[in-house]
């Protein structure tokens, strides 16, 4: 399970997230880092406790969101979900089709993102057990990679630590942590996803803490070095003229790698091939989330999804590379502000109305299928509506503005969503549960 989620995140895709605070934000170095490594510690525990779930229940994310959402309540974020892995396949698709572009002339975006895309279906199509073996090894290029940029690149970087930045403000800082913040919370409606064939008598501990540390080991260390990168190459002409202004993170890397000749090329060509580590399974959990929505959608083969999802993913993607940075933060913030409110149902129903237990008591899983049997989902639904609407003057987009964002706090509708989320869902569910209790009374 450690290199499942250590191979999902150590890449260029998690590295381009780091490079937005310096690229987009125009934060400095050291402003940016910091902002990593406080986000990186703290959201990286929600993943991780949400993968907890996968080997204790034996449900996929989506399905045992029915113990808080009910049955057609759950439908809500199975199609939020369908949405958001796709974002995710854009992203990554057009980052690595940035990279193999950068290789040759002869090679442009449209091009890479439909090898990347082709290769992702080919290993999505083999299923869940080659998924897990492809993860266990597809981490080795990107480390080579990452090691070898630090080596050639370390004087652009050093000196870079004394270059003047301007000052960084307030909403900077946040709306870069609301990104990284997105990018991580989002896999809790994935994580549960790989677990399920793995024994339920597996420590509760270990399966935490294995997956905590492959997110915070690889997603501190991508994002630092992207940022790292991302700040350094306005000052160092091959550089800047590989980010082609901020808008090509594959061409950023092959220009660092330039001096290493042949060899970078070959770093380059792996690093690109290796995204299918983090696409195969998003493109793999769509499929199974969308046949989670309905029944006669269950009833639908998963190959049929998948090819639904590659139809839409490469010309998407080749649409989405024109303007990358725009494209990311804009994919990052939707999923991040549903996935929040999300997030926050879950572990408040699991800590505060299941006792924390996975016990056939608290989560009778053969009526996973019974809406009768299931929670109404009430509380979900009213929970859900107040934290995305509560969150709405918060955001800070290029096409949208809230009226609290308009003076200055910069992006912060994920932590709201969470908080009003929690505290709503806590008030509802409190109130569903005492509703019943004194129904039950009275028809005693």
């Known amino acids: 399970m450690f290199f499942v989620w250590f191979s999902v995140n150590m890449n260029i895709g998690t590295f381009s997230t780091g490079t937005v605070g310096p690229a987009f934000f125009s934060l400095g170095v050291n402003d940016s880092i910091i902002t990593i490594v406080v986000v990186d510690l703290v959201v990286c525990l929600f993943p991780a406790f949400s993968a907890v779930f996968g080997p204790k229940l034996g449900m996929r994310a989506m399905v045992q969101a029915r113990f808080s959402w009910g049955y057609f309540g759950a439908i809500i974020p199975a199609v939020l979900n369908v949405f958001s892995l796709q974002g995710f396949l854009v992203l990554n698709c057009i980052v690595g089709g940035q990279a193999l572009a950068s290789l040759s002339s002869h090679l442009d975006d449209t091009l890479g993102i439909v090898i990347i895309a082709v290769i992702t279906l080919v290993v999505t199509f083999c299923g869940y057990r080659i998924i897990h073996w ?63 064939y793995h024994s339920p008598a597996a420590s509760s501990a270990r ?128 999923i991040g502000y549903w996935s929040s409110v999300f997030a926050a149902i879950i572990l408040t129903e699991h800590v505060l109305f299941r006792r924390a237990s ?23 639904v009213v929970a859900f509506a107040c934290g995305c609407g509560a969150l709405i003057p918060f955001m800070s987009q290029a096409w949208y503005v809230g009226s609290v964002a308009r003076h200055g706090s910069g992006d912060v509708g994920v932590y709201v969503g969470f908080v009003v989320g929690a505290i709503t869902y806590t008030l509802a569910r409190g109130f569903e549960k005492l509703w019943y209790k004194k129904m039950n009374k009275s028809d005693a």
């Open 358 to 380: 996975f016990s056939e008591d608290q989560y009778p899983i053969t009526t996973w299928a019974s809406y009768t049997l299931l929670p109404s989902g009430i509380p979900a």
């Open 134 to 196: 492809y993860e266990s090894i597809a981490w080795i290029p990107n480390v080579i990679v990452f090691i070898t940029m630090l080596g050639v690149g370390y004087p652009q970087l050093r000196d870079n630590q004394s270059a003047p930045v301007s000052q960084a403000t307030v909403a900077e800082v946040i709306s870069f942590s609301s990104i990284l913040t997105a990018s991580i919370i989002s896999y809790c409606t994935v994580t549960p996803d790989y677990g399920v």
């Open 207 to 334: 399966l935490f803490l294995y997956t905590y540390l492959a997110f915070f080991t690889s997603s501190v260390a991508c994002h630092t070095l992207g940022a790292a990168f991302a700040a350094a190459a306005p000052n160092v002409p091959v550089w800047n003229a590989g980010f082609n202004n901020s808008s090509s993170v594959g061409g950023l890397l092959y220009s660092v790698l330039l001096p290493t000749g042949a060899f970078g090329k070959i770093l380059i060509t792996l690093v690109a091939l290796s995204i299918p580590s983090v696409c195969a399974p998003n493109m793999y959990t769509f499929s199974t989330s969308f046949m989670t929505i309905a029944p006669w959608f269950a009833a639908i083969p998963r190959w049929i999804y998948i090819l639904i999802s590659e139809a839409v993913l490469i010309p998407v993607a080749i649409i989405g590379a024109k303007k990358f940075y725009t494209t990311v933060v804009d994919i990052l913030d939707l």
